[in-house]
């Protein structure tokens, strides 16, 4: 079956960029989160959707950091004027249930920024 | 302290072997626990949950103490694919976000 889909799977930014990056949920999962995971380190919360509504921001790290679900489906991370230190892979989770904590992960994007 | 704090390894074990993780965590009001397999390069995948004191699943026992905040996860008979590394998993916050430990590496090796 379809899992979590994010793309593109590898991106390779010049500092000073702007990116975005896609996530496909699993079809009616109204959950969404985003996660970045540096080299060596467990998966860190970015922010959550229950459908289209962004309910947790605080794990954004700067207001370079934006994310959107507009219709309560795909979902995109998008990163301004990247830095350095944005370089890492960028992890998309969904789950069946309002605030699920059985969450299934897309593949993630690996962000290296130059 | 750190919300999830994990033995960080890495465990190099033969074949047949058993080992175990222990995961601290700081929040005392959490309820329920996982932990999640990830492979090198790829995504975290739910391996357990955890909402009471325990749960076994085959080879895989994961042991919960409220009073110390302690968990544990235990692996008998490892095999080969069992090479991966164990994140202790704990919902904090509001209960949506989840708190990651660092990973604990394991490798099984013939």
């Known amino acids: 079956g379809a899992g979590v889909s994010q793309s593109p799977r590898y991106k390779v930014a010049k500092r000073g960029q702007d990116v975005a990056l896609r996530c496909d949920p699993i079809s009616g999962h109204v959950s969404l989160f985003w996660y970045q995971q540096a080299l060596g380190q467990g998966p860190e919360f970015l922010t959550y959707?229950?459908?289209?509504?962004?309910?947790?921001k605080s794990g954004l790290p700067s207001d370079r950091f934006f994310a959107e679900r507009p219709e309560g489906s795909v979902s995109t991370l998008k990163i301004q004027r990247t830095q350095q230190e944005d370089s890492a892979v960028y992890l998309c989770?969904?789950?069946?249930?309002?605030?699920?904590?059985?969450?299934?992960f897309g593949p993630g994007t690996r962000l290296t920024v130059t | 302290r750190k919300e999830v704090e994990q033995d960080p390894g890495p465990f190099n074990v033969p074949e047949g072997a058993t080992v175990a993780f222990n995961c601290t965590y700081s929040?005392?009001?959490?309820?329920?626990f996982f932990w999640y397999r990830q492979d090198c390069r790829k995504e975290p995948k739910l391996l357990m949950s955890v909402y009471s004191s325990g749960n076994e699943d085959g080879r895989f026992t994961a042991q919960l103490n409220r009073a110390s905040q302690y968990i544990s996860l235990l692996i008998r008979d490892s095999k080969l694919s069992d090479s991966a590394t164990y994140l202790c998993?704990?919902?904090?916050?509001?209960?949506?976000?989840?708190?990651f430990g660092s990973g604990t590496q394991l490798t099984v090796l013939p």
């Open positions: 998993v704990v919902p904090s916050g509001s209960a949506r976000q989840l708190t």
């Open positions: 929040n005392s009001a959490s309820q329920s």
């Open positions: 989770a969904s789950s069946i249930l309002a605030g699920g904590r059985e969450q299934y």
């Open positions: 959707f229950q459908n289209e509504a962004q309910l947790d």
